[in-house]
């Protein structure tokens, strides 16, 4: 089983993919301008929110039921037992709690047993506190016509364990909440031989209604709030400011994954350098600014050509790019950089300056291993991949070097003499 951890990292990981990090930036920063009374955010936000907390809500929801219908299948003895209510009532009573409150609450287990979550859950749990609210309430009527105290505050309790813990989101249990709030004030005031001692015990299952109530607002607004700063935190910790892409650290970690993976799985892979051709230059001609919009527009047509799900790239530093490619088929990846290098090329950024052509263009080095080994280092083939890169640049510049890892090459070879 995946630890909660590797699941929200996953998690995270599905929303960065999802969208560019700079666009989930401005939104997760949007929502904590504009707040979340009612406990929603923009529909992006409320799914990543929801698949990564529903969860832990799901545990709650069939501990709090299972909790629920071990009461009602033990209350009767205390009815009798307690409240000295004669059989022939206490009979009726039984057949309430135990023969309809513990099937309807073992179906709602059933339930979420074997349904994840969804808006259906919810409906289902409400109902099921409806169900149980009105029963106990027809329980008390029975059971007040031969004891006077017995108790309202089971109700009020009841509402303080599903608010709090079933962790039904608040849009639906409010108007089911105060519809069945009415209903127990009528049904004590107007059904039952009320007495003080009874308007005293309602106005303790109100205040238990209402702190329950207040208590759900509160811990999901907290709970939401901290998601967000954590996504924002996470999402500003890993990507470069000015590209949206991986940040060096952030590269770094996700192809050691990704090698790591690629080692485990014995997938041919590939990780090209790719830097942008006379850089300089271009900031000399047209200044810094210009010089930051054209590694934006560089990064983007880059992601695009790393969008697969176990693709990484990132900014490796200045005008310096790193994308890994696991291999589907032979010399994929020398098609891919080599589309990638053509598509910035038709990006058509000018460039006056360069020697190279009348636009921005990059030099690619792609290095290519095949069924990586555990003594073949990461940063061997990350090296293989400069050197490429190096080659590309003396050969003219707006081109793509591909070579294969070299284990007895004198990087191969010093790495894996490192490693054993
Ligand atoms: N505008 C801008 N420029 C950057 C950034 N990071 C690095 N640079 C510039 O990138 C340029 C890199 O220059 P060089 O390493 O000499 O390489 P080059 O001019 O691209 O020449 P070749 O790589 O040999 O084709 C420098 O002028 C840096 O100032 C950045 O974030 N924004």
Redesign the pocket.
Known sequence: MRSSRVDALADAREIEQAQSAPALIGLIRKQLMRGFVWLRFTAELEQAFRSENDRAARVNRIALLSIAALVLLISPLFDTAYFGVPESAAFWSRLLLVGVLVPVTLAAVAWCLRRGESRATEFVITGQFAIVTVGLLANHMILNRYSADFPIEFVGVGFVAVVALGRVRSWVILPVGAALSVLTCVTVIGLVNSSPADYYHLAAAGVLALFATYLQYASEYVLRRSWLDRQLLQLVARHDG?TGLLNRHALESALATAHAHAVRECNDYSLAMI???????Y?NRYG??A??E??RRVAEVIEVYARRPLDVCGRYG??EFVTFWIEGRPNEAEEHAEALRAAIEDAALVHETSDVAPVVTV?IGLCHIEQPQQHDSLSAVLSCADALLYEA?AAG?NCVKVGLFDRGGPVGEKMAEAAD
């Not at 830097?275 to 230059?281: L, N, S, V």
Request: proline letters at 5%; charged letters at 30%.
């Open positions: 000015l830097d942008i051709d006379q850089f300089g230059a900031n810094h600014p010089g930051d054209a590694l200045g005008e030099s640049k510049r």
